[in-house]
């Protein structure tokens, strides 16, 4: 018996497994790959513009990003002010405002110009890190005491809040992914 490969021919017709949904027209067309119902309720309302929807979140996500590096810029320069602490926090802050504007940068691009299966693939796992880290961040400021309290809070506060909608933007292009991706 030969190996089987993702595609299968079945009376003439050939399925291609690595793709759960092809868009036709106005509707959705799915191959034999089950699909998340509660992903599926969640979008419903997206299904009938999906790479708009994808796009917006995208963008929505990008602007917090940028207020994200500016807070971050500032929340490194108050702690690295204070001589009495450690810089671990001040160098995360920094480190984690680069990133920021890095992943911004090339998400947009992939997005826009190199939307593979390869690429799509690590952009949602990068999302899906960079998000984790949010979370990370946010736990480590929410209740630090040197620097500018409020900046600390603040800071903290928009790290969960990027935390939110980078996991929301993980889900919406998990879901789309479908959509962004351009055979070659």
Same mark, same amino acid.
Request: include cysteine.
């Given at each position: 018996?030969?190996? !089987?490969? #993702?595609?299968?021919?079945?009376? #003439?017709?050939?399925?291609?497994?690595? $793709?759960?949904?092809?868009?036709?027209?106005?509707?959705?067309?799915?191959?034999?790959?089950?699909?998340?119902?509660?992903?599926?309720?969640?979008?419903?309302? *997206?299904?009938? #513009?999906?790479?708009?929807? !994808?796009?917006?979140? /995208?963008?929505?996500? !990008?602007?917090?990003?940028?207020?994200?590096?500016?807070?971050?810029?500032?929340?490194?320069?108050?702690? &690295? #002010?204070? $001589?009495?602490?450690?810089?671990?926090? @001040?160098?995360?802050?920094? /480190?984690?405002?680069?990133?920021?504007?890095? %992943?911004?940068?090339? &998400?947009? %691009?992939?997005?826009?110009?190199?939307?593979?299966?390869?690429?799509?693939? *690590? %952009?949602?796992? @990068?999302?899906?890190?960079?998000?984790?880290?949010?979370?990370?961040?946010?736990?480590?400021?929410?209740?630090?005491?040197? &620097?500018? !309290?409020?900046?600390n809070v603040i800071f903290a506060d928009l790290a969960f809040a990027? @935390?939110?909608?980078?996991? %929301?933007?993980?889900?919406?292009?998990? =879901?789309?992914? =479908?959509?962004?991706?351009?055979?070659?």
């Open positions: 018996m030969a190996p !089987v490969e #993702d595609d299968t021919t079945y009376a #003439d017709e050939t399925v291609d497994d690595t $793709y759960a949904s092809t868009y036709n027209g106005n509707s959705t067309v799915t191959s034999g790959k089950k699909e998340n119902p509660i992903l599926k309720r969640l979008f419903a309302t *997206c299904e009938q #513009d999906a790479l708009g929807s !994808v796009h917006r979140a /995208w963008a929505v996500t !990008v602007l917090f990003m940028v207020l994200f590096f500016i807070v971050a810029i500032i929340e490194a320069n108050q702690i &690295g #002010d204070d $001589y009495e602490v450690s810089n671990a926090l @001040c160098i995360a802050s920094y /480190w984690s405002a680069f990133l920021h504007l890095i %992943f911004a940068i090339l &998400g947009t %691009f992939v997005l826009k110009r190199f939307s593979t299966a390869f690429a799509v693939g *690590c %952009f949602l796992g @990068c999302s899906v890190v960079i998000s984790q880290q949010n979370l990370f961040m946010f736990l480590a400021f929410i209740k630090y005491q040197h &620097g500018s !309290v409020f900046g990027l @935390c939110g909608l980078l996991t %929301f933007f993980s889900l919406i292009l998990g =879901h789309f992914r =479908h959509f962004i991706i351009v055979k070659q």
